[in-house]
């Protein structure tokens, strides 16, 4: 059984640094990994999907990348902003269209 | 951009009541999903539907049915509520690959 974990649940970090999340998952047959941000209270908002066969995306300030061989994804946030606080998950698709997640880092971002 | 919309954003039922979860997609994807989050336990998959009239139970179907009588809708029912079905609920839509989601409908039973 797939099984998505990520590191750490929470993170703080000063405005203007660089941050790494981690996510990391236990079978290496994935279809795609999707990361997604979640607002307090609000639906998920999709921000990268990486294909199997792809080692990195980007968009804008994010770039995720994917090591399907050891089972890690990570998403890098440059210049961290007040506005990118939010709970960010990582999802890897599965069979059928099917996916599962991770119980997300909280991220705070302080001014 | 793709729209999926959910019929309330918060409901407050009692407990035996019945209740209808109504999720709307306007891109035309075959491909529907219901899921419930809890803090400590994450995004679970409740069911989804792969065409109309099509569902297949997700990881945790008990207590849920649904209803798939249109493509661009997809409805989530509660036959008796009870109080450990007060959750968040998400529905979401995929056409090839991407999952979009809905706002959520926080779901209150007492």
């Known amino acids: 059984k797939q099984e998505v974990t990520q590191i750490p649940a929470a993170l703080s970090v000063p405005e203007g640094e660089n941050l790494v999340l981690n996510c990391s998952f236990t079978d290496s047959a994935i279809y795609n990994l999707q990361w997604f941000r979640q607002d307090p209270g609000k639906g998920l908002t999709s921000l990268l999907l990486?294909?199997?066969?792809?080692r990195e995306q980007t968009s804008g300030r994010l770039n995720a990348s994917l090591d399907k061989s050891s089972g890690r994804s990570t998403l890098y946030i440059a210049a961290s902003q007040p506005g990118d606080s939010a709970t960010y998950l990582c999802a890897v698709l599965r069979s059928a269209r099917q996916l599962t997640f991770g119980s997300g880092t909280q991220l705070t971002v302080l001014p | 951009d793709v729209k999926v919309t959910q019929s309330s954003r918060y409901l407050v039922k009692r407990t035996g009541e019945k209740v209808f979860l109504e999720c709307v997609q306007d891109m035309d994807h075959e491909n529907m999903f219901w899921y419930r989050q809890d803090p400590g336990l994450g995004l679970r998959l409740i069911y989804f539907?792969?065409?109309?009239?099509?569902?297949e139970k997700g990881d945790i179907p008990e207590g849920y049915s649904v209803s798939r009588e249109k493509k661009e809708r997809f409805s989530l029912i509660l036959e008796s509520a009870s109080t450990n079905q007060t959750s968040m609920y998400l529905c979401?839509?995929?056409?090839?690959?991407?999952?979009?989601f809905g706002p959520g409908t926080r779901l209150t039973v007492t």
């Open positions: 990486i294909q199997s066969s792809q």
């Open positions: 979401a839509s995929t056409g090839f690959y991407e999952q979009y």
């Open positions: 539907s792969y065409d109309v009239k099509m569902k």
